[in-house]
Nanobody, 120 residues
Framework: QVRLVESGGGLVQAGGSLTLSCAASGPFRSIRSMGWYRQAPEKQRELVATITGGALTNYADFVKGRFTISRDNARDTVYLQMNSLKPEDTAVYYC??????????????WGQGTQVTVSS
């Protein structure tokens, strides 16, 4: 069974930093794009950043210049380095990836989420 497991969330003061990690495991052939989304209380889930297998990145405007997404293809892991955190960054952060469990098919998989809380 394909799984995405996140780690690295926690409580941090405004202006601080956190790094999130998400590792894919299970039987699969390949991973296409990977990304991070977040959902704050009573808000819709929103894209934070994505990265392709070729390391092309895309960021939401509200994190440009503060967050960096990266990927270790050998470890099937995606990272989100978050700097200059603000209270409005408080949310549950979810990892997402397009993974091929068998030839000819790609499916979207999600992690269980990790809480990031930024205090003012």
């Amino acid at each position: 069974q394909v799984r995405l497991v996140e780690s690295g969330g926690g409580l941090v003061q405004a202006g601080g930093s956190l790094t999130l990690s998400c590792a894919a495991s299970g039987p699969f052939r390949s991973i296409r794009s990977m990304g991070w989304y977040r959902q704050a209380p009573e808000k819709q889930r929103e894209l934070v950043a994505t990265i392709t297998g070729g390391a092309l990145t895309n960021y939401a405007d509200f994190v440009k210049g503060r967050f960096t997404i990266s990927r270790d293809n050998a470890r099937d892991t995606v990272y989100l380095q978050m700097n200059s955190l603000k209270p409005e960054d408080t949310a549950v952060y979810y990892c997402q990836a397009y993974i091929s469990p068998r030839a000819g098919s790609f499916f979207s998989y999600w992690g269980q989420g990790t809480q990031v809380t930024v205090s003012s």
